[in-house]
């Protein structure tokens, strides 16, 4: 996050309830793209260095990279301080139609590059969203949500501006799951949820993979009641979800391609993107 089997023909639908549950943003997913059997495993994460700290798909690894887009979908990106500068002309004339920018990490820590990627942007016309690198291990979720909202992370009433997202993945300085068993991780992103809403009315995105939420969270199903997905694998398709989805909204597939930063597909039409966006 392993060999790859061909992709699965789809089954009968599933009645699911994310649709649902997304329907006060008026947003309906597609079908989700090619099943494959697994995540990869056992290669180690890249390590974060400098200032600019941890990135969303720091821990993926998986030696496939360069993804070519995954078919049908809008294609998007999200960038780091890591990125630096962005061209975000390029960005929109090469196909990005939105964008996450991270804005901040822990309680202490906001990337000295949000300001110019995220407002550079939403002056090229992307759709544009901010996300925070989860450090459990640091402070409370309440602490984080509100720091992250503070810097950042504070959603707007616009068509242009997409819910904050909650990068939580393996953590980048220590073990894997911040030194909480499950319960206490799920009580974490909890309370990260109820604070975030609480703010903003809505729930954030949550991006994760499936191997880390799995053992992490004890496969907590709960948080696909209420949270859009933003899968990451790098891959021909996004392999099995974690516990309680059946849907993604977002898909980081690849950590390098022909835009800028990770590269990311939604899960629907331009017209659905902005639903969740409004």
Same mark, same amino acid.
């Given at each position: 996050? @392993?060999?790859?089997?061909?992709?699965?023909?789809?089954?009968?639908?599933?009645?699911?309830? %994310?649709?649902? %549950?997304?329907?006060?943003?008026?947003?309906?997913?597609?079908?989700?793209?090619?099943?494959?059997?697994?995540?990869?495993? @056992?290669?180690?994460?890249?390590?974060?260095?400098?200032?600019?700290?941890?990135?969303?798909?720091?821990?993926?690894?998986?030696?496939?990279?360069?993804?070519?887009?995954?078919?049908?979908?809008?294609? @998007?990106?999200?960038?780091? $301080?890591?990125?630096?500068?962005?061209?975000?002309?390029?960005?929109?004339?090469?196909?990005?139609?939105?964008?996450?920018?991270?804005?901040?990490?822990?309680?202490?820590?906001?990337?000295?590059?949000?300001?110019?990627?995220?407002? $550079?942007?939403?002056?090229? $016309?992307?759709?544009?969203?901010?996300?925070?690198?989860?450090?459990?291990?640091?402070?409370?979720?309440?602490?984080?949500? /509100?720091?992250?909202?503070?810097?950042?992370?504070?959603?707007?009433?616009?068509?242009?501006? %997409?819910? $904050?997202?909650?990068?939580?993945?393996?953590?980048?300085?220590?073990?894997?799951?911040?030194?909480?068993?499950?319960?206490?991780?799920?009580?974490?992103?909890?309370?990260?949820?109820?604070?975030?809403?609480?703010?903003?009315?809505?729930?954030?995105?949550?991006?994760?993979?499936? /191997?880390?939420?799995?053992?992490?969270?004890?496969?907590?199903?709960?948080?696909?009641?209420?949270?859009?997905?933003?899968?990451?694998?790098?891959?021909?398709?996004?392999?099995?979800?974690?516990?309680?989805?059946?849907?993604?909204?977002?898909?980081?597939?690849?950590?390098?391609?022909?835009?800028?930063?990770?590269?990311?597909?939604?899960?629907?039409?331009?017209?659905? %993107?902005?639903?969740?966006?409004?």
């Amino acid at each position: 996050m @392993g060999s790859v089997d061909t992709a699965r023909a789809a089954g009968p639908k599933r009645r699911s309830r %994310l649709p649902r %549950l997304l329907a006060t943003a008026g947003i309906a997913l597609t079908a989700l793209a090619p099943m494959v059997p697994a995540e990869a495993s @056992g290669l180690a994460p890249d390590s974060p260095t400098g200032p600019a700290g941890a990135w969303a798909g720091y821990s993926v690894g998986v030696p496939a990279r360069h993804a070519a887009p995954p078919g049908p979908g809008l294609t @998007g990106v999200d960038v780091s $301080g890591h990125q630096g500068v962005v061209d975000w002309a390029a960005a929109r004339d090469g196909g990005a139609r939105f964008a996450y920018v991270k804005a901040t990490e822990g309680s202490e820590m906001t990337s000295d590059q949000f300001r110019d990627q995220y407002f $550079g942007a939403s002056r090229n $016309g992307l759709l544009h969203g901010a996300y925070h690198f989860a450090r459990p291990d640091r402070s409370s979720g309440a602490v984080q949500a /509100n720091y992250f909202l503070d810097h950042g992370g504070r959603w707007a009433a616009d068509p242009r501006v %997409l819910p $904050g997202a909650l990068d939580i993945e393996r953590n980048p300085y220590g073990e894997p799951c911040y030194g909480l068993d499950p319960q206490a991780l799920s009580a974490w992103i909890a309370e990260f949820n109820a604070t975030y809403r609480a703010r903003t009315g809505h729930f954030p995105l949550l991006y994760t993979t499936t /191997n880390w939420w799995n053992r992490c969270t004890g496969a907590n199903p709960d948080f696909a009641r209420s949270n859009p997905l933003w899968i990451a694998r790098y891959g021909p398709g996004t392999g099995p979800l974690p516990a309680g989805w059946r849907e993604h909204a977002l898909w980081q597939f690849a950590d390098k391609g022909p835009l800028p930063g990770d590269q990311n597909s939604f899960n629907g039409a331009l017209e659905q %993107l902005h639903q969740l966006a409004a």
